[in-house]
């Protein structure tokens, strides 16, 4: 396993923009699929956006177009930087390695209200 530290959450206006951060323990990043989850209140935990250890990248039909993941190797940092966002994307958003076992931080606030 190792140690995911999320942060960046906040209040935001919809239409408003926000990065989130996660930086891992040590490197994994070229070894691991790496992982944005997001659990809206009162329903399940979703996935969100993935990055392979090669760069490809995969999005959840809800957020293409708005959100963007992507990484720093060497600060072993993972992002999300999310725009044009909306009341519906409020949720707790959660950064995820694929270890075995899997690696999850402890969470980041987004909420997206006027």
């Known amino acids: 396993q190792v140690q995911l530290v999320e942060s960046g959450g906040g209040l935001v206006q919809p239409g408003g923009s926000l990065r989130l951060s996660c930086v891992a323990s040590?490197?994994?990043?070229?070894?691991?699929?790496m992982n944005w989850y997001r659990q809206p209140p009162g329903k399940q935990r979703e996935l969100v956006a993935a990055i392979t250890p090669r760069g490809n990248q995969n999005y959840a039909d809800s957020v293409k177009g708005r959100f963007t993941i992507s990484r720093d190797n060497a600060k072993k940092t993972l992002y999300l930087q999310m725009n044009s966002l909306k009341p519906e994307d409020t949720a707790v958003y959660y950064c995820?390695?694929?270890?075995?076992?899997?690696?999850w931080g402890q969470g980041t606030q987004v909420t997206v209200s006027s």
């Open positions: 995820n390695a694929e270890t075995q076992p899997q690696s």
């Open positions: 040590r490197r994994i990043f070229e070894i691991h699929i």
